[in-house]
């Protein structure tokens, strides 16, 4: 499912169902707002499996939707890429991330032949800074 | 519940009933199985909840392991530190993770009055090699 | 030199004349251009000591630019303050950077009592994408 | 130059050589000490142009150790490769640096096709713990 040539791929609809089809017991269970070229968004509802004492969303929670943000990033670029991986995340924690609902925002910094380096924002709801800032590296398939 | 002077903190058995209290539920029920000066290591019976297509336990059930067993490096020094909080997580994914059972190991790095900084390797079910390695901050409270 | 209650410090003279005197022999001498509440932007003409085959600048050079732009970030908040020390540096290297004239600009993302955390993006002479992206956190005084 | 087969790449008075012409006015003159397959040290007399306040060896001086003996390990497994370009670096610091001899250690994490991850220590003169630890990802020519 590439994306026509330099045209980025947007279907929002198409990358929920391909999460929900593949990912059925993952424990994010986020969904993608927004997509544009070199851009994606992702908000999570978090519940009790997300939350640490003080109703703080969990740093694991946080790390697995700077992952997930920056796939959908590089869909915009390559289409429905299941082949990519991650290689690399490096998550810098800056302020307590309280819920319930989490948005993740991702932005295209490099897409090569074999790699796409993509920066990450996680804002807890109603805040305007970044509860977490990460850089997320992915191994793109030939 | 500090640790006496110098000697440290190795008790298995606290640091995994303080884990089943206040993570109930814990997307991952890692065990605690080794703590020396310095040094722990967990261990997680993986399920369908951890793993990716091609039954490869997932990055983001790896980076939830890598940054428990650095807390509880922490605590060989510290004791029991609920407020210890991450600041900092940088993994490379080196190689697939095939479980079922997966194994973290944590060594420390430094450890300071307001940072400790800790490196971890995480492998699949027999394997020598890690599946990936991290290096882990943590912010100390005072 | 501490700055005046939560007016930013930018007295960029100072700074440069702070930098030209501790360090007579760094390899890179930076110009700082611009300081604004948690922003700062330097400025280095490179040369040859700075240079890969191709004219690229080196890999070092970057990093010593980005670990320097985030020290002046810091001091747009706490005035110049030289007893803060670099505790983590991760660069993303993008694009091969093209001099002579080489830009960082960093950006704080956070200031806490203990620690800072700053991302930084450098530029080769007429680029907009830029040649590498990096966080760097600080570790402050007392 | 390519190493012949599995047998890795030992020549540390070629490797030396090829630094001496291609980096005449390198800021490091790092002399390559040891090179075993997988792995490669490195060590700095360090003089004015690395030191701050205080005779620590600068993070920059560090940074550009770390990213050399990483370029070392590669060689070890694929010979001299002037084309590798770092992709990612890493750096915790640890502990002051004090010279003048400063030595670095490189081990190597994983070699794919397109991409090394390698681990740094550097070490200050006597001293038995690093002052920063790092890892260092090099992307490889085909």
Redesign the interface.
């Known amino acids: 499912m590439p994306s026509n040539d330099n045209k980025p791929f947007t279907d929002i609809a198409a990358v929920n169902a391909m999460f929900a089809a593949?990912?059925p017991?993952?424990?994010?269970r986020a969904i993608v707002t927004e997509m544009r070229d070199g851009f994606a968004a992702l908000e999570l509802k978090s519940d009790?499996?997300h939350l640490?004492?003080g109703n703080m969303v969990s740093?694991?929670t946080q790390?697995?939707l700077a992952?997930t943000v920056a796939y959908v990033v590089v869909f915009t670029k390559l289409g429905i890429t299941?082949m990519a991986?991650?290689?690399?995340?490096?998550?810098?924690?800056?302020?307590p991330c309280l819920g319930p609902l989490v948005r993740a925002e991702g932005t295209l910094?490099?897409i090569g032949k074999?790699?796409a380096?993509i920066?990450v924002r996680i804002f807890g709801e109603g805040h305007s800074?970044?509860s977490s800032?990460s850089?997320v590296?992915y191994?793109l398939p030939k």
């Open positions: 593949h990912f017991d993952n424990e994010t009790a499996r640490r004492p740093g694991p790390m697995a992952d299941p991986v991650t290689s690399n995340l490096n998550m810098h924690f800056l302020r910094l490099r074999t790699s380096t920066e800074e970044p800032f850089t590296a191994a």
